[in-house]
């Protein structure tokens, strides 16, 4: 597998919250995709962070990319009820750069 | 944005008969690819295409898989035979260049009894 953690985990915060999700990935990589898939719809890309980068921001969101741990974390700052979705990292690896894999996601619920 | 379109959004099938799933991706992408997800649960590569051909497939594209799209129009899944197991939420995706940004569709819930 591509993935360190294989299992959907489930957050459950109130609004106004700040929230930090986890990725970590075994293969090594020079881009993180963060995609977040409202229920009854398809993922879509909310941002992508390169080894570059470190960091990047957009909005209330913040992603980094640590290649040395081979890990990623995408931030959301004063979580709104609009945000509850499901939170998934996706990566190319090196060897297989055709094909962007998926980690397990976050399902986040944002209460007002 | 651009807009991956999926029909049908639900098909109920008994076990044993052929299924295609349609897929209209964005206009000027090159690499489709289908992602199965059961429960909501992780979303798994099945295969893209490029060129028209397959250039990868994962263990879940079996041999009862097939994708194809004839003269530039739909990007289609074909499932024949099917089994129970292929009871999920199949997603379409496009993107213009190789695992860049993937554009997908709202999915095709596929029940197979």
């Known amino acids: 597998s591509q993935w360190g953690e294989e299992n959907l985990q489930a957050l459950s915060i109130q609004e106004g919250e700040d929230v930090t999700m986890n990725c970590s990935y075994k293969?090594?990589?020079?881009?993180v995709h963060w995609y977040r898939q409202d229920s009854g719809r398809g993922p879509a890309l909310i941002i992508l962070?390169?080894?570059?980068?470190r960091e990047k921001r957009s909005g209330r969101l913040r992603a980094t990319l640590d290649t040395s741990s081979q890990s990623s974390s995408l931030s959301i700052t004063a979580a709104q009820c609009e945000d509850t979705a499901v939170y998934f990292c996706?990566?190319?690896?090196?060897?297989?750069?055709?094909?962007?894999?998926f980690g397990s996601g976050t399902k986040l619920t944002v209460e007002p | 944005g651009p807009k991956v379109l999926q029909i049908p959004s639900h098909q109920i099938i008994d076990m044993g008969q052929m299924v295609t799933l349609n897929c209209d991706p964005v206009?000027?992408?090159?690499?489709f690819y289908w992602y199965k997800q059961i429960l909501g649960q992780q979303m798994e590569f099945l295969v893209n295409?490029?060129?028209?051909?397959?250039?990868?497939k994962s263990k879940l594209f079996k041999d009862q898989f097939s994708v194809e799209r004839p003269d530039g129009s739909y990007f289609t899944l074909k499932i024949q035979p099917t089994a129970l197991e292929d009871s999920a939420v199949y997603f379409c995706?496009?993107?213009?260049?190789?695992?860049?940004?993937?554009?997908f569709g709202s999915g095709t819930r596929l029940t197979v009894l």
């Open positions: 995706a496009s993107s213009f260049s190789s695992a860049e940004t993937l554009y």
């Open positions: 996706a990566t190319a690896s090196m060897s297989n750069y055709n094909v962007l894999y």
């Open positions: 962070i390169r080894s570059n980068e």
């Open positions: 295409f490029y060129n028209g051909k397959v250039m990868e």
């Open positions: 293969t090594y990589t020079t881009v």
């Open positions: 206009s000027n992408h090159l690499y």
